[in-house]
């Protein structure tokens, strides 16, 4: 957290036996306000029903978000069912577009721009989600705006160029890339001010035995 009351969410949910649920988000502003349109997250991804389809949950959580803040608050965020039978991943990108895939020692970004508006914004008649395979040998992230526009003491930005070596010497260990992930980041900005949330979620798929 970039304050003692942190913006950022994330939600992980085992459906059933093959897929698994999970997010991360970005709620506009900061303080007091940020964390309460969290807890209202928090409230609604434990209590919903995971059968339903992936454009039904992200569809109510921005209603939600409508009704509860009026237009004066809302959510970026990247929303995903991993089907473990087929190694399919779909997700719906709600404004956030920081979704990348490591593999062969290199870093892209899975779309460059969002395919849909912030949750909360307007009311919403269709939601886009899109969905890939995944690759076996691939490490797949999702980031906070945090960690990409932290920028050091000669103003450059955290570089992402960097994430392949993390995770080229942690073997695709899942913890030990993240611990690795964030003292690189904060030994990156040093002295200079935290003026966001970093938050990063890491994930892959396993090779069938």
């Given amino acids: 957290m970039s304050q003692r009351i942190g913006g950022d969410y994330y939600h992980v949910k085992k459906i059933d036996n093959n897929r ?20 209202v997250l928090a409230g609604f991804m434990e ?8 454009h039904s949950i992200v569809q109510n959580l921005n209603n939600l ?37 490591v ?14 508006v912030p949750a909360g914004v307007m009311k919403l008649d269709s939601i886009i989600s899109k969905k890939i395979t995944m690759d076996t040998n691939s490490v797949y992230i999702i980031l906070s705006d945090g960690i990409t526009e932290q920028q050091n003491e ?18 695709a260990d899942l913890k030990k890339i993240k611990i ?23 994930f892959c798929t396993k090779k069938a035995p």
């Fill in 103 to 116: 593999r062969n020692n290199s870093i892209r970004q899975i779309q460059e721009n969002s395919d849909n």
């Fill in 154 to 171: 000669n103003a450059a930005v955290f570089p992402l160029e960097t994430i392949p070596t993390i995770i080229e010497r942690n073997t």
């Fill in 47 to 54: 209590t919903i029903t995971y059968i339903n389809d992936l």
């Fill in 65 to 101: 978000i409508m009704e509860s803040c009026s237009l004066e608050k809302y959510a970026t965020g990247v929303f995903c069912i991993i089907n473990e039978t087929d190694n399919t991943l779909e997700y719906c990108d709600m404004g956030h577009g920081l979704f990348y895939e």
């Fill in 20 to 39: 698994i649920f999970f997010c991360l988000c970005d709620i506009s502003g900061k303080g007091m306000s940020a964390a309460i349109l969290t807890a």
């Fill in 180 to 202: 690795d992930f964030f003292e690189s980041f904060f030994l990156f900005k040093k002295n200079t001010i935290q003026h966001d949330d970093a938050s990063a979620l890491f």
